[in-house]
């Protein structure tokens, strides 16, 4: 099936600093990109729909100054949590779903996750 | 936005066969029934996906009715390694949101 990529895997920050993660489809073109957290023993919680050059859509209850998605190519979506607090700490996931018609048509595939730990 | 619920939790034995159901009462006409697997620190990966009637790939089965507003999924001779969250999701949505529910939390025993 198709491949989503995400970097980093995990990082660790010190509370005040902001974080980039990368969320790459590697071989199709994404129009639109999910970006997900999720707590422990918790499922996925959507933040926000990020779409190739215009504004992402932030779910209610999310900062969209807080979490700066930025989906500058058909195959590069960012999201960075700005001035990180130890709150903010969580498992972060990116999905693309493949739109041309082919074998994986509209399913979705997700990156590895970001485990994001702010002290 | 077709809501779906499933159990919260299955705990089953290695060797068995594991059918999880899922309720989508309020699925739409152009709405597949995608199933996901994910296991802790990893993101979700795709296991089967279905629009009607039986789909059957290397993994497992996914056994859908005639009215649509159910889904299940079967895991044939489960093993340890099968432990794991699984999602039923549908759609593609109208408004483009793909929204998890709480997923089941299949345990397989030794």
Same mark, same amino acid.
């Given at each position: 099936? #198709? /491949? /989503?990529?995400?970097? @980093?895997?995990?990082?660790?920050?010190?509370?005040?600093?902001?974080?980039?993660?990368?969320?790459?489809?590697? !071989?199709?073109? #994404?129009?639109?990109?999910?970006?997900?957290?999720?707590? @422990?023993?918790?499922?996925?919680?959507?933040?926000?729909?990020?779409?190739?050059g215009?504004? #992402?859509?932030?779910e209610?209850?999310?900062?969209?100054?807080?979490?700066?998605?930025n989906?500058a190519?058909?195959?590069?979506?960012?999201?960075?949590?700005?001035? #990180?607090? @130890?709150? !903010?700490?969580?498992f972060?996931?990116?999905?693309?779903?493949?739109?041309? @018609?082919?074998? !994986?048509?509209?399913?979705?595939?997700?990156?590895?996750?970001?485990?994001?730990?702010?002290? | 936005?077709?809501?779906?619920?499933?159990?919260?939790?299955?705990?089953?034995?290695? =060797?068995?066969? %594991?059918n999880?159901?899922?309720?989508?009462?309020?699925?739409?006409?152009?709405?597949?029934?995608?199933?996901?697997?994910?296991?802790?620190?990893? =993101?979700? *990966?795709?296991?089967?996906?279905?629009?009607?009637?039986? %789909?059957?790939n290397?993994?497992?089965?996914?056994?859908?009715?005639?009215?649509?507003?159910s889904?299940?999924?079967?895991?044939?001779? %489960?093993?340890?390694?099968?432990?794991?969250?699984?999602?039923?999701? %549908?759609?593609?949505? *109208?408004?483009?949101?793909?929204?998890? =529910?709480? =997923?089941?939390?299949?345990?397989?025993?030794?």
């Open positions: 099936g #198709a /491949v /989503v990529s995400q970097h @980093p895997s995990w990082v660790i920050c010190k509370s005040g600093t902001s974080v980039k993660i990368e969320c790459r489809s590697l !071989d199709f073109q #994404a129009t639109t990109m999910f970006w997900y957290r999720q707590f @422990p023993k918790q499922s996925l919680m959507l933040m926000a729909t990020s779409n190739e215009s504004k #992402a859509t932030y209610q209850g999310v900062e969209k100054d807080k979490f700066l998605i989906h190519s058909l195959t590069l979506s960012t999201l960075t949590v700005t001035s #990180a607090h @130890p709150e !903010d700490s969580s972060y996931i990116c999905s693309a779903r493949v739109e041309k @018609p082919g074998q !994986d048509y509209e399913k979705l595939f997700f990156g590895s996750g970001t485990q994001l730990s702010v002290l | 936005l077709a809501k779906t619920t499933q159990p919260i939790s299955m705990d089953s034995y290695e =060797g068995q066969e %594991v999880i159901t899922c309720s989508h009462n309020n699925i739409a006409t152009n709405d597949y029934i995608t199933w996901y697997q994910q296991f802790p620190s990893q =993101g979700p *990966r795709f296991i089967i996906q279905g629009y009607k009637t039986k %789909v059957t290397e993994v497992a089965s996914l056994f859908i009715p005639a009215d649509r507003k889904s299940t999924l079967s895991l044939p001779r %489960v093993s340890l390694s099968d432990t794991a969250v699984y999602y039923c999701l %549908v759609g593609p949505n *109208r408004d483009d949101k793909i929204i998890f =529910g709480k =997923g089941t939390r299949l345990h397989i025993l030794p």
